[in-house]
């Protein structure tokens, strides 16, 4: 069964410093990975996937991560956090596989992510 | 802007009633999920649709169905509310091309009293 834990339910940092979000997974297939980020009162957007490619993956709005499978991570990153980052943010995996369920994906729990001026 | 449209935006229920949630996604995209995301958690996937045929079911009872159809159109049914169906409802749709990637409508906020 695919898993997906966020470290921190809570992230503050200050504008201009580093933004590190935690993500491990557990899937018995090789996966794919995402990160969404949710503004309050909205749906989702994508901010960047992982799908078997390059294994550091940018994303919109300057974000990064890397997917790392010895540490079965994929930690979100942006070197200067802007007070426009400041939303929830959530890890995703799916089976990689188009059809059935196992295309779905399963998320973390979420952080939400706090920038101060 | 993803292109999926949700409706209503909110709704008030009663426990016991009733609810039709729908969805509005692109041309080519002939998959959609639909997922519940109660307060202060992650969504969790309720079902899936492709080609009008439901093809896969997350951890929810019979009470929530679905039906998908061929103008790219989805709805979410729950009956006999309870409590705890409380949420935000989000759907989500596929392209025929890129399985992998789903966009996200705005959802729906269903309050159960």
């Known amino acids: 069964a695919q898993s997906v834990t966020q470290l921190g339910s809570h992230v503050s940092v200050s504008e201009g410093a580093l933004v590190l979000l935690r993500c491990n997974y557990s899937s018995s297939v090789p996966p794919y990975l995402f990160w969404y980020v949710q503004y309050p009162n909205q749906g989702l957007q994508l901010l960047l996937k992982?799908?078997?490619?390059?294994?550091l993956v940018k994303g919109i709005n300057g974000f990064e991560a890397e997917f790392k499978k010895s540490e079965t991570s994929f930690h979100l990153t942006k070197p200067s956090a802007h007070m426009s980052d400041a939303a929830e943010y959530f890890c995703a995996v799916s089976g990689g596989n188009y059809g059935g369920s196992q295309g779905n994906l399963i998320f973390g729990k979420g952080t939400k992510l706090s920038v101060k001026p | 802007e993803t292109g999926v449209t949700q409706s209503p935006t909110h709704l008030i229920k009663t426990r016991g009633q009733q609810v039709t949630l729908r969805c509005s996604s692109q041309s080519g995209h002939n998959t959609v999920s639909w997922y519940q995301q109660a307060l202060g958690q992650g969504p969790q996937f309720i079902f899936q649709?492709?080609?009008?045929?439901?093809?896969g079911r997350g951890n929810f009872p019979p009470r929530f169905s679905g039906l998908q159809f061929p103008n790219y159109s989805s709805e979410l049914n729950v009956n006999a509310l309870e409590l705890d169906d409380s949420a935000l409802y989000l759907c989500?749709?596929?392209?025929?091309?890129?399985?992998?990637?789903?966009?996200f409508g705005p959802g729906t906020r269903l309050t159960v009293t």
């Open positions: 989500a749709s596929r392209h025929r091309d890129r399985g992998y990637e789903q966009y």
């Open positions: 649709y492709y080609r009008e045929e439901e093809n």
């Open positions: 992982y799908t078997s490619a390059a294994t």
